[in-house]
Structure formats: C-alpha cells, structure tokens
C-alpha cells in the first residue's frame, strides 16, 4: 500500500505483491486531494488498461506497454532539461487495484495478471531514435494507412513514416458518421468550409474555413476540426444533403505511430511485439534503462 498526500491509502497494481522493485525512475501522480508517489512499472500497470482494451493479444499489449514508457521517459527528459527531476502526472492517468476489479468484475484476475506479464517482461524498455527517445505516438484504427510526419509535425520524426494497415477495415470502429444540420454548423465553425488539404494517407492536414467576420480564410489543422465536432478521426469525407452536412469518417484516431488494432491482428497471426513496434516505427533502438 502506497499513501497519498491526504493519508488516505490506496492499493496500487504490482505494490502488494513487490513485482516491481525499480527505485530509478519516480513518478508522481497528483489530484486536489494530494501526491502519490509511485514507481515507473508499478504506473504503467494502472496507465495500460486505460488506452487500450486488456483483451489484446499479449504481444500486442507488451508493445503499448513498451510505448507508454517511453512516452514517461521522454517527459522525464523533457522535465530534466528545464531543471527538475519530477514527473508529475494526473492521477486520473491510473488505475488503482479497486478501479480495476469494479471495471473488469470477474474478468479481474485474468486481466490484471496479463496487465501485470506485459509490464513486467518488457521493464525498462524504451524506444529511442539518435539516442533520445521517440515521440511514442498511438492510435486505435487507421484509416487504411498510418500516417507520415513529414513537414506536418517535422522533419527530425524521421522514425514515423506511413505503412499499410490492410486488416484496420475490419474493426467495427473502421466506420462512422456524424450529422450536423449545416446553419449550425457554420455557426459552431464561425464560417464555411471551403478547402480540404490532405496528406498522402487520405488524413485532413488542413481545413480553409471562410470567416463570416473577417470576410478571410483561415486555416486550422484537421486535429482541431476533429476536436471541435467530436469526430473520430481527422479522416473524414464531407457530403451535403439539403441542409444537413455529413461526415464519412474512417479510423480513431490522429493516423501517427501504431495502430492498436492493426498491431493485434499482427500479434494474432505470430509477431512478437519488437517485431509490431519495428513496423510502425522505422529506424529505431530498443534501449533499456538501468535500475539503481
């Protein structure tokens, strides 16, 4: 049992039973009622069942895990640059044991132990590109492809580079469709739609939108139009039909980086999950960060 800044305790993944005994990185996670402090592998195992559904195959779920390690690294990094050494995290990034059990209910065992096998078998790896780690970028479907940083996000994320996800078709999440009436849809946007710019993998880099203030264009990124009309994926198709505007919707989520359901279908027909993290990221190290 760990206890958080206000003296209540909490029961934490992997604390009970002392599986996790790396001192080297801490963790912090943060909420009104206080600071709890926490090891880099006792989080992840709260951190995991929350991006990604536990029923994935093993492989597939030592991946993520593996990405969401090195997306901790890489802030730690980040925080080290500017002068501190702590990782401060919302505690609603983490599932406590209790959060668990009433989320999985008699599936509880079961998951938290494969939960538990994929932290543990990959603990202390991370990704890094030239000796930093990457931007560990995830997603749950694509739209067919994974998406190429290339000038959208910059040049130095060479490691991010578009391949084929040929079984994405397949989830049920593939395809959605959202419906707005289209005078309020102009009001929500402040203006029309009149330009779509997309990149090779058929995602909306940019939208021009015709101002009814300024009489101007303006350009947003399709991330901010995909937020703004709560769509699924910035990969979207736009038809009218009289006064209604209809968005054709392909993939969940932002198309950079691994494909959670593409990289489970992979772990179905036998790729282990360095093999799964090669694929979508080219050009990259698996390092390991040494416990103290």
């Avoid at 001192?23 to 880099?40: A, K």
């Avoid at 802030?75 to 990782?87: A, D, H, T, Y």
């Avoid at 039909?241 to 993939?251: A, D, L, N, R």
Wanted: net charge negative; aromatic share 12%.
């Amino acid at each position: 049992m760990l206890i958080t800044g206000s003296g209540e305790k909490e029961s934490l993944p992997g604390a009970d039973e002392n599986l996790f005994r790396d001192e080297g990185i801490i963790l912090y996670l943060e909420d009104v009622r206080g600071r709890l402090t926490i090891t880099m592998e006792e989080y992840l195992c709260g951190y995991l069942p929350l991006v990604i559904p536990v029923d994935y195959e093993p492989e597939c779920l030592k991946a993520q895990a593996v990405l969401l390690r090195t997306e901790v690294i890489g802030e730690l990094r980040r925080q080290v640059k500017q002068g501190s050494r702590e990782v401060i995290l919302r505690k609603d990034s983490y599932l406590t044991y209790d959060q668990m059990e009433e989320m999985w209910g008699s599936g509880y065992s079961e998951y938290q132990e494969k939960v538990r096998q994929a932290v543990s078998s990959t603990q202390g790896i991370y990704l890094t590109s030239e000796g930093l780690p990457i931007e560990a970028c995830f997603f749950h479907v694509s739209a067919g492809t994974t998406r190429s940083a290339g000038e959208f996000l910059g040049q130095e994320y060479t490691y991010l580079s578009g391949v084929e996800c040929p079984k994405d078709y397949l989830s049920p999440d593939y395809l959605s469709y959202a419906e707005y009436d289209k005078e309020k849809l102009e009001k929500l946007l402040g203006g029309s739609i009149i330009k779509l710019i997309r990149d090779e993998a058929g995602y909306v880099e940019w939208v021009d939108i015709a101002s009814y203030e300024t009489g101007e264009n303006a350009s947003f990124t399709g991330e901010w139009l995909r937020k703004k009309l709560g769509l699924s994926s910035p990969c979207f198709k736009i038809e009218e039909e009289g006064k209604k505007v209809i968005f054709q919707v392909k993939g969940v989520g932002h198309g950079f980086g691994m494909s959670q359901f593409s990289a489970n279908e992979m772990a179905l027909e036998g790729a282990d999950y360095q093999t799964i993290l090669s694929y979508f990221f080219q050009n990259i190290t698996f390092d390991k960060y040494e416990q103290s």
